[in-house]
């Protein structure tokens, strides 16, 4: 069975895309702790990081690294923090966060925010891709 991430890439499960390419996929986190928030995956599910081949590991960060490249443009902050935890679902996942202070980092504290809002978010770190 499928889990959540691949249901999301699959299109089975909506999301706010922000990018992807043949490997990787970028979406906007559910549950963002800040605005821009996002959540880049390998296509294929892997449970751990260094699970990865070392090449897909790699291929990993460098679209990891686009795509921070791209929030820092869009979400004004002082720099993007990353994040690899892995706890809550077997599907390997790095998170990019927009940080102004140290208590950006904090994954206990979940913004809600409207579709409307998410979209924004979405088109503005895609305009910079």
């Known amino acids: 069975m499928a889990g959540i991430f691949s ?5 089975e499960i909506p999301c706010y895309k922000v ?9 906007l986190d559910a549950f963002p702790v800040v605005k821009g928030h996002t959540l880049v ?8 990081l260094f699970e990865l081949p070392p090449q897909e590991y790699s291929e990993l960060m460098n679209f ?6 791209a929030v820092e443009k869009a979400i004004p902050c002082l720099r993007v923090g990353v994040a690899v935890q ?15 202070s140290l208590e950006d980092m904090q994954f206990a504290h979940k913004l809600t925010l409207t579709p409307e809002e998410f979209t924004e978010i979405a088109d503005r770190i895609k305009s910079y891709l």
């Open 7 to 11: 249901k999301i890439v699959a299109g």
């Open 19 to 27: 990018a992807e390419d043949e490997k990787y996929f970028a979406f």
């Open 41 to 48: 995956i390998p296509k294929k599910e892997t449970d751990k």
């Open 64 to 69: 990891t690294y686009k795509i921070a490249q």
């Open 86 to 100: 892995g706890l809550e679902i077997p599907h390997v996942h790095v998170h990019l966060i927009p940080l102004n």
